[in-house]
């Protein structure tokens, strides 16, 4: 369900609070728009993330975590700190990586 290089970070954006499509792009500038949408379709699909469409033009709809998605604030906890753990080993080496958003 957290599998693949994107839900896990969409997760941990949407612990923080409510967002829209554009302001999860806006946040992982790497994804492209096409692949952030299946990505929350398929948490949607799983009961994880849910999803509100306001009946206005433009559309307007919003990301959040369910109650069940909450559950795995733990397991995203553990990941987004070994993923921090990880960048700073990596940067130590040398490496030219950086966190997306350092709130996380």
Request: charged share 30%.
């Amino acid at each position: 369900m957290l599998g693949g290089k994107w839900k896990a970070l969409i997760v941990c954006l949407l612990i923080t609070g409510t967002k829209r499509t554009g302001e999860l792009q806006r946040l992982i500038p790497a994804i492209s728009q096409k692949v952030l949408i299946q990505q929350l379709r398929e948490l949607e699909r799983d009961g994880i993330v849910g999803r509100h469409a306001y009946n206005e033009m433009p559309p307007k709809v919003e990301y959040y975590i369910t109650e069940y998605g909450v559950t795995a604030n733990k397991i995203i906890d553990v990941m987004c700190s070994w993923g921090r753990k990880n960048i700073k080993m990596r940067q130590e080496k040398g490496e030219a990586v950086e966190l997306l958003e350092n709130e996380l």
